[in-house]
T-cell receptor, first 112, second 117 residues
Framework: GNSVTQMEGPVTLSEEAFLTINCTYTATGYPSLFWYVQYPGEGLQLLLKATKADDKGSNKGFEATYRKETTSFHLEKGSVQVSDSAVYFC???????????FGKGTRLHILP | GAVVSQHPSRVICKSGTSVKIECRSLDFQATTMFWYRQFPKQSLMLMAT?????????EQGVEKDKFLINHASLTLSTLTVTSAHPEDSSFYIC?????????????FGEGSRLTVL
């Protein structure tokens, strides 16, 4: 079946540290991959996406590369800020009108 | 960017009453809307998929008679929690898929926190 596995949190880092949140997937077919972010008390927002192998999605200093050979889509940021504290969800989508599948989310705490 | 609005953002009700939550796509048409329930440890559970003009498709384990979903137009879906009980207290989030968007390009509402006393 189709699924997304991401590292469990919470992840606590100091400001300006390097961030990696691991995400791997299993899918039949060729999924699109996404990272969504949920700030405290809010709904989810699309952070970045990649639609085919070797694509790199980027936004707000975050990057993730679609790696078909390792079925991964790890989220990275070179220097995190306190404002990056949020829950991050990795997700995959297969078809136009099909539901997307979310990972369980990783809570990120950034300390000043 | 595309905006999805949920209302109300917070609601408190007595046990046994029904509560309606609205999800509107403000600047685009949404053929498909999704309703989620988010539990305290952040896990997001898909409850149902609603398509405009047809019956919602519920996920396994979700009571369709308790969580009534209506998607009457391309910009509005509603979730009604009927005969609410304290265990229904949760954060409910909707998302909408734009007609022009690709798979997974969802736009989320701000969420509605339901507290049942």
């Amino acid at each position: 079946g189709n699924s997304v596995t991401q590292m469990e949190g919470p992840v606590t880092l100091s400001e300006e540290a390097f961030l990696t949140i691991n995400c791997t997937y299993t899918a039949t077919g060729y999924p699109s991959l996404f990272w969504y972010v949920q700030y405290p008390g809010e709904g989810l927002q699309l952070l970045l996406k990649a639609t085919k192998a070797d694509d790199k999605g980027s936004n707000k200093g975050f990057e993730a590369t679609y790696r078909k050979e390792t079925t991964s889509f790890h989220l990275e940021k070179g220097s995190v800020q306190v404002s990056d504290s949020a829950v991050y969800f990795c997700a995959l989508g297969l078809n136009r009108d099909d539901k997307i599948i979310f990972g369980k989310g990783t809570r990120l705490h950034i300390l000043p | 960017g595309a905006v999805v609005s949920q209302h109300p953002s917070r609601v408190i009700c007595k046990s046994g009453t029904s509560v309606k939550i609205e999800c509107r796509s403000l600047d685009f048409q949404a053929t498909t809307m999704f309703w989620y329930r988010q539990f305290p440890k952040q896990s997001l559970m898909l409850m149902a998929t609603s398509n405009e003009g047809s019956k919602a498709t519920y996920e396994q384990g979700v009571e369709k008679d308790k969580f009534l979903i209506n998607h009457a137009s391309l910009t509005l879906s509603t979730l009604t929690v009927t005969s609410a009980h304290p265990e229904d207290s949760s954060f409910y989030i909707c998302s909408a898929q734009s007609l022009a968007g690709g798979p997974g390009e969802l736009f989320f509402g701000e969420g509605s926190r339901l507290t049942v006393l």
